[in-house]
């Protein structure tokens, strides 16, 4: 991998995680939107409802974010742009696309099947 390249990829990568930090560090539990609604019952009562779509949220985000950390020590190792099944070189774009990958193209196809 090309030193402007993996650059490039260390700067999005962190930028993104610095969002997911913001992101997490600004989420509030269930139970704390709650009690900051206690006298409306239709605010507790949607955020009852929306409880289920906003765990699921924070935990992709949580997982995403273990995700691009791991990927930035990987960005730092010589192995860091190669497949980790056919040991060829993941395009650039991929990598761009889909910053946690580890396999090229033809390889995630063929682990689809």
Do not use: Y
């Amino acid at each position: 991998m090309l030193e402007t390249d993996r650059l490039l990829l260390n700067t999005q990568i962190e930028k993104r995680i610095r969002v997911l930090e913001n992101t997490l560090s600004d989420c509030h539990s269930i139970s704390n939107k709650k009690q900051s609604q206690a006298g409306d019952a239709s605010a507790i009562f949607d955020l009852t409802i929306n409880a289920f779509v906003d765990d699921k949220i924070l935990s992709e985000n949580k997982l995403e974010l273990a995700q691009l950390t791991t990927s930035l020590t990987w960005m730092q190792t010589d192995d860091a742009g190669v497949c980790a099944l056919c040991a060829c070189d993941i395009p650039i774009g991929r990598l761009k696309a889909v910053p946690i990958t580890r396999l090229c193209v033809a390889c995630a196809d063929n682990k689809k099947d």
